[in-house]
């Protein structure tokens, strides 16, 4: 406890020397304190009087620091503050763990996801390969079977007409031997000998070649309008640019 003595001295007595004095050496005999501190110095102001008969009166300060005893109520609050220290340390260590495993596991689950990431990209770009692929195969096996039909009805038609012309030959070779057996005048059926070879000879150059152009021009124009369905429809670049190509290779040609 800080203790202001507030004093009076004058020039006839000077009572504050003997209370300091005796007051310094009763705190030299008491007992010292963990919790004692340090006696600060007196300090005393004094004004020469002038001469004559009044008493001055002067003011004059001392401060003295007394000692307190340290006993349970202290000590109770000291082992309550340890206690309370100890505590929150020990909970700010806990949350920097709780904090340090939630980034640990954040940074594993982020990793992983990134993986997972990158194997679906790789399984898309896959996909997307083998749906080329599958797209490009089915585009050839669609003019392969185009070219194919094309192929077995130009044969068809050779068969039929062959198969109509060897009846034709083969009714006029009976008629033939009717008109020799009956003895009848043989210049009509040399004539249509004859027309029937005419019709064979057209038919070998002329008629047949033009009905293989005309089935050939038939199977190009289908491919050549699937190239350009291909071309500007669909979505691939690189079937489209082949597409593209193809097409413009038909055209030079037709």
């Not at 800080?2 to 004095?21: D, E, H, K």
């Not at 005393?44 to 307190?68: I, R």
């Not at 993986?115 to 089915?138: G, W, Y």
Request: glycine share 2%.
């Amino acid at each position: 406890m800080l203790i202001r003595w507030l004093t009076r001295t004058s020039y006839s007595t000077v009572p504050i020397c003997s209370l300091l004095s005796s007051t310094s050496e009763s705190f030299e005999n008491e007992p010292k304190s963990p919790l004692l501190m340090t006696t600060n110095a007196v300090h005393l102001t004094t004004t020469p009087s002038p001469d004559s008969q009044s008493t001055t009166t002067e003011f004059g300060d001392a401060f003295v620091q007394t000692s307190v005893d340290y006993d349970e109520s202290v000590k109770l609050m000291v082992d309550e503050l340890v206690e309370c220290s100890i505590y929150v340390a020990q909970k700010t260590l806990d949350e920097e763990e709780r904090q340090n495993a939630n980034r640990t596991q954040m940074e594993k689950l982020q990793s992983e996801l990134e993986r997972k990431d990158e194997i679906n990209s790789e399984l898309r770009e896959k996909l997307e390969t083998s749906k080329k692929q599958i797209e490009e195969t089915r585009k050839e096996n669609e003019k392969v079977l185009n070219t194919r039909i094309a192929d077995v009805l130009v044969e068809d038609l050779v068969e039929e007409a062959t198969r109509r012309m060897d009846e034709g030959q083969l009714r006029a070779i009976s008629d033939q031997r009717s008109l020799c057996d009956s003895a009848v005048d043989t210049r009509d059926f040399i004539r249509q000998e004859l027309r029937n070879k005419v019709v064979l000879s057209e038919l070998e150059k002329d008629f047949f070649p033009w009905l293989y152009g005309k089935v050939k021009n038939m199977v190009d124009h289908c491919f050549a309008a699937s190239y350009l369905d291909d071309a500007f429809l669909c979505e691939e670049a690189e079937i489209k640019q082949n597409s593209k190509t193809a097409l413009i290779g038909k055209l030079r040609e037709v």
